[in-house]
């Protein structure tokens, strides 16, 4: 694995869920991820916009406005970038087929790899049944989502003043009621299951903000996870394999190495 500092060229980079207009999105990393990363194509599997939180009250900072001229500037320098919207910016769902600053919208993809291998690319709302039943539900888990973040934010800055690791009491939280009620599983399965009525050997989705890749029934189920807290993305190699990337882990790697060495005490020299 590369090392933070180090650019890297994909055919095929895969984000999700980034979530801008909202304050948990981590504007600052992804646009190190975006500098340190280039590829042929891009797509970004939506809820890159939080057009919800948007709509509650608005919050548009500097770091939203340069990741955006940072996605339309590859895409000029001749960067192929697919925007296909989520539940949270499903008001491009009306759109399709259109270009904006060279960014073009589409509802769903089938992407070839450089090995033959067919891949339906979606968001992956329209199989969350809590979304696609319930709105005003699926708005009530957001806020509360929303309530996890602002408790992580307060409990990180303490584990850091302890000397304590990272930990993302929003991610805990979320993950023990989905695992209660078996939401991960289920929802990988139906996404699996339209991948298969399609025809094709994979998915890639986002969504549920859970990075994994693994096999379903035949089916290699792919999600690029999220910008949020774990700060992941899926990129396809130039032979068409397939690689996750956790750049959170990365930076925090990388800053770790690049710390100057303990001073010894004159007592400890002595020893």
């Known amino acids: ?25 981590r504007t600052e990393l992804l646009l190190d991820f975006l500098k340190y990363h280039e590829a042929e194509t891009v797509f970004l599997v939506g809820d890159i916009v939080d057009g919800w939180r948007l709509k509650r009250s608005w919050f548009w900072p500097q770091g939203c406005n340069d990741v955006v001229q940072k996605l339309l ?14 539940n949270h910016d499903e008001f491009l769902r009306d759109f399709p087929g259109t270009h904006f600053g060279g960014i073009e919208v589409a509802d769903r993809a089938i992407h070839e790899m450089a090995d033959g291998k067919k891949y339906l690319v979606l968001h992956g709302d329209e199989f969350d049944v809590v979304v696609r039943n319930a709105r005003l539900l699926a708005y009530l888990g957001d806020w509360a989502y929303d ?24 991610a805990w939280a979320k993950l023990q009621v989905k695992h209660a009620v078996n939401f ?6 139906v996404v699996a ?20 890749m693994t096999d379903i029934e035949g089916i290699h189920y792919v999600n690029t996870g999220d910008w949020v807290e774990s ?41």
């Open 73 to 86: 500037r590859k895409a000029r320098k001749g960067t192929r970038i697919v925007y296909i919207p989520g």
């Open 1 to 25: 694995m590369a090392g933070a500092g180090e650019i890297r060229n994909f055919r095929t980079l895969f984000i999700s869920d980034v979530h801008l207009g909202s304050k948990a999105a």
């Open 231 to 271: 700060c992941t993305a899926i990129a396809e190699n130039h032979d068409g394999s397939l690689e996750l990337i956790t750049w959170r882990e990365i930076k925090v790697t990388a800053e770790l190495h690049a710390l100057p060495a303990p001073v010894k005490s004159k007592d400890m020299q002595a020893a």
């Open 184 to 189: 991960i599983g289920e929802f990988q399965k």
């Open 147 to 170: 309530a996890a973040i602002a408790i992580n934010v307060v409990l990180a800055a303490v584990r850091r003043r302890l000397g304590m690791p990272y930990w993302s009491f929003s």
């Open 193 to 212: 299951d339209e991948a298969r009525r399609n025809k094709v050997d994979g998915v890639i989705c986002g969504h549920i903000h859970h990075a994994v």
